[in-house]
């Protein structure tokens, strides 16, 4: 599970000299720029890679490999987010390299803005909202791009000419109907969207269909079925064409494989080198079962310094839940912040037992949820440009409740966003908090308790509880994720209000909590809306957890609901919404109640979980994560443009860079690029194994 914490969702962005700095971190050595550019709705930021010089050389070498395979799979994603976006993006390469025309025009700038979202969300697509989005130029100028280009490095198919080709792409590019939802949420789900992982007349009945022959009932240990393949339909036959060596990806996947035997000469232990063969074989055979095993060798590792995630992961994308996107990250563990996230692990089963979850959905066991902060060093796949700051991995349920879950917190990004946001002059907080006492706050508490609530997600929220014996994996489907991070949202909203944190030093004092509680009712009912255009729903998981919860509380805190369902007859309603001077603000009242009612929708979503109760998960996912009031949508749209904010962050990634000498690698330097097009161009001539087709 990647999880987009509030400090990346926020982008929340404090005056230089208002923001207050945690003492105890280092100061960069020399002015280091980190937010390097801005253009449509994004934000590009450089991170840095702490204590870099006091790896071995060996440990160099290993990050080093891990993150060449980490940059091998860009095409897979791009290929799996919609079936022409490689053409797309090789066009465009075609003309960032070789066009001959006039590159200063306001069109041709249009176009590089164009070029740079394609870019950043692997695709067409957007890389949040999922809707399709348009170069500002014509079709003409598009065309006389392509034709002033140099045409050997088009992706023509044999014998095609640059205006057939060009008369192929336009309306791909340019028709507002055309493959207008990456992931849809309409019915037909799997025909309405343009993702690359069904191929043919395929319908959500006849996947459906297909994977439910496949389970066997009582399985105890089920594959992740349907995880790493795509489904075609053929000849009226159905069958799964799998991403392996040998395979779909072959390519890419041959050249990954490549990079991690290279990384498995240099790794840390043995066990590394144990679970990384199998990664290897599970790439190699496709094997799902391998998978696993690999997962299971792979979370018992706790003692590396070194780690890396990479493979087909998440199924965020796929509007099944059941597909993942390739992606990868290479990290090693940021010492000085682990024993934070430890603290909070090794509570890990007072928090069990303690949590307000009816006891037959608790874990009688928390087994080994292990728990770091890191700092990453190459970002790739579904993790670049715009990464998670948070991760929890195995997905396996089975394997999580059997041998746990690595949860990770990555601190040099959560570092380099708000650095990037001290860098910008305007206030996202001033102008949605109410008071300026919250605005206070949310200055003195609010980098702190979002780390705890990014950890409490993290390391105990997505590993917390059981679902009921016969109750299937994946019961919840287009709902699972969306229910998924509000469960782990609000086992940390809980517990960040619990005493004991003060006691175990995790939170600096009683009051701390309130800043996030402020942040996380003003971002999920108003301000994550400057995020989905006007008119649309709100459709990413994310997005949606944050919006349920908060609507959920403002519904079930408002001073008429509590008095038809309690005996208490409370003055203000919990979360008040206040208009001043046309501007909306939501208040929070009642901080304890607050709590209450967070304690009482984790009962329910754990218990929708637990059960597999699809309807009741439907109904609340319906009813309070994806409408949006279309007045308060464009005041907030209007007040966030006026800030000139950038409501999306993504990363240029540092280059790793072998030092020779006498033809001997002898050392690995950093290097910080911060040309974002440039970048990309690299790695488009550097890392592109899979061949454009259409
Ligand atoms: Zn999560």
Not at 535 to 552: C, F, P, Y
Request: net charge negative; proline share 4%; charged share 30%.
């Amino acid at each position: 599970m990647i999880c987009i914490g509030m400090a990346a969702a926020l982008a929340g962005c404090v005056p230089k000299e208002e923001q207050q700095k945690p003492a105890e971190q280092p100061q960069p050595k020399e002015e280091f720029k980190y937010l390097v550019d801005e253009f449509a709705d994004l934000r590009i930021m450089r991170y840095q890679i702490p204590e870099w010089d006091q790896l071995t050389l060996q440990q160099k070498s290993y990050i080093y490999y891990l993150g060449e395979a980490a940059k091998c799979g860009r095409d897979i994603l791009a290929d799996q987010n919609f079936k022409y976006n490689l053409v797309v993006r090789k066009t465009i390469e075609a003309v960032l390299n070789s066009y001959q025309g006039d590159r200063e025009s306001a069109d041709f700038q249009n176009f590089v803005v164009y070029a740079k979202r394609v870019f950043f969300s692997n695709g067409i697509h957007h890389h949040y909202a999922e809707d399709k989005f348009f170069p500002e130029v014509s079709e003409v100028y598009f065309a006389d791009l392509i034709k002033g280009s140099d045409a050997s490095l088009l992706p023509l198919n044999e014998g095609e000419t640059v205006d057939d080709f060009i008369a192929f792409l336009t309306p791909v590019v340019f028709d507002k109907e055309l493959y207008k939802m990456r992931r849809s949420s309409e019915d037909d789900i799997i025909v309405n969207s343009a993702v690359n992982f069904y191929e043919g007349d395929i319908r959500k009945a006849d996947v459906e269909a297909f994977y439910n022959k496949m389970r066997k009932p009582n399985d105890e240990e089920p594959i992740s079925y349907g995880l790493n393949s795509k489904l075609v339909k053929k000849d009226g036959k159905i069958y799964e064409d799998v991403y392996k060596a040998d395979g779909l990806y072959g390519e890419a996947i041959q050249a990954i494989i490549g990079w991690l035997q290279k990384a498995n000469e240099v790794a840390e232990n043995e066990s590394q080198r144990n679970y990384t063969q199998k990664l290897i074989d599970y790439y190699t055979t496709g094997d799902l079962k391998t998978w696993d095993e690999y997962n299971i060798a792979w979370v018992q590792d706790s003692v590396s310094h070194i780690d890396f995630v990479n493979g087909f992961i998440e199924d965020y994308g796929d509007p099944m839940g059941m597909k993942a996107t390739w992606e990868a990250i290479v990290d090693f563990k940021d010492l000085e912040a682990t024993v934070r996230s430890n603290t909070i692990s090794e509570n890990a089963q007072w928090f069990e037992d303690h949590s307000p979850v009816d006891p037959r959905f608790k874990k009688e066991e928390c087994k080994g949820v292990s728990a770091k902060s890191i700092i990453v060093t190459t970002l790739g796949g579904d993790c670049f440009p715009s990464p998670p700051i948070g991760i929890n991995l195995p997905n396996a349920d089975w394997i999580r409740k059997e041998f746990g879950s690595k949860s990770v917190t990555i601190t040099n990004l959560m570092e380099a966003y708000d650095k990037a946001a001290d860098e910008c002059p305007r206030s996202a907080l001033k102008e949605f908090a109410y008071t300026q006492e919250e605005v206070d706050l949310c200055k003195k508490y609010g980098s702190d308790a979002d780390v705890v609530h990014t950890n409490l997600h993290e390391c105990l929220g997505h590993g917390s509880g059981k679902l009921l014996p016969g109750t299937q994996p994946g019961a919840l489907k287009e709902f699972s994720s969306t229910l998924e991070e509000a469960r782990a949202d609000l086992f940390g909203l809980y517990y960040l209000a619990e005493p004991r944190m003060v006691e175990l030093g995790v939170m600096p004092d009683a009051e701390a909590y309130m800043a996030e509680y402020c942040s996380y009712i003003r971002n999920g009912m108003m301000s994550q809306l400057a995020r989905v255009e006007l008119g649309k729903d709100v459709t990413e998981a994310h997005m949606q957890n944050r919006k349920l919860i908060s609507e959920w509380c403002y519904e079930h805190g408002k001073v008429e609901t509590l008095r038809a369902t309690s005996v208490q007859t409370p003055e203000k309603d919990v979360i008040e919404k206040i208009v001043r001077d046309g501007k909306t603000y939501f208040v929070i009242n009642d901080f304890e109640a607050l709590r209450g009612l967070f304690g009482e929708l984790l009962a329910e979503i754990q218990r929708i979980k637990s059960e597999g109760d699809y309807a009741a998960g439907k109904a609340i996912v319906e009813k309070y994560a994806v409408k949006v009031d279309p007045e308060l949508h464009k005041e907030v749209k209007e007040r966030y443009n006026a800030l000139g904010l950038k409501p999306y962050g993504g990363f240029i990634n540092p280059e790793i860079v072998p030092v020779t000498e006498n033809g001997q690698v002898v050392d690995y330097k950093v290097e910080y690029p911060s040309d974002f097009v440039a970048q990309h161009l690299k790695y488009g001539k550097e890392y592109s194994f899979l061949k454009a087709k259409h």
